[in-house]
C-alpha cells in the first residue's frame, strides 16, 4: 500500500491551493483519511481528518480556510486551502488507516512542501 500526495508549491498569502493524496495497493477498505503538516523545527501537527462517513475534523488554526474531502471510489482524500498565509507554510502529510484483508495499519504519505510567501 502506498499514499502518493501531489499539488503542492509556491503561492501568496492569500492565494489558495489544492492537495491530493491516492492511496493504491491491495486495499480492502479505508477508514481515516487526513492530512498533516511539519515545519522546520516544530513538531508535526493535525490539520484535518475526515472518517469513511464523511466527518470532518479541523484544526482551530486553519478552520473556515481549509477543505478535507475524499472520493472513495478512488481512494483519494483532498485539501483545498484559501486564504493562505505565511504561517501556513509547511510539508504536508497525507495520513490514512487502510484495512488490507483482515488488519488495519496507518500509512503516511511522502510530503508535498507548501510556501506561502508574504
Known amino acids: 500500500v502506498q499514499l502518493q500526495a501531489s499539488g503542492g508549491g509556491l503561492v501568496q498569502a492569500g492565494g489558495s491551493l489544492r492537495l491530493a493524496c491516492s492511496a493504491s495497493g491491495r486495499i480492502s477498505s479505508i477508514n481515516v483519511m487526513g492530512w498533516y503538516r511539519q515545519a522546520p523545527g516544530k513538531q508535526r501537527e493535525l490539520v484535518a481528518t475526515?472518517?469513511?462517513?464523511?466527518?470532518?475534523n479541523y484544526a482551530d488554526s486553519v478552520k473556515g480556510r481549509f477543505t478535507i474531502s475524499r472520493d472513495n471510489a478512488k481512494n483519494t482524500v483532498y485539501l483545498e486551502m484559501n486564504s493562505l498565509k505565511s504561517e501556513d507554510s509547511s510539508i504536508y502529510y497525507c495520513n490514512a488507516y487502510i484495512r488490507v484483508l483482515f488488519r488495519s495499519n496507518e500509512y503516511w504519505g511522502q510530503g508535498t512542501l507548501v510556501t506561502v510567501s508574504s
Open positions: 475526515i472518517s469513511g462517513d464523511g466527518t470532518t
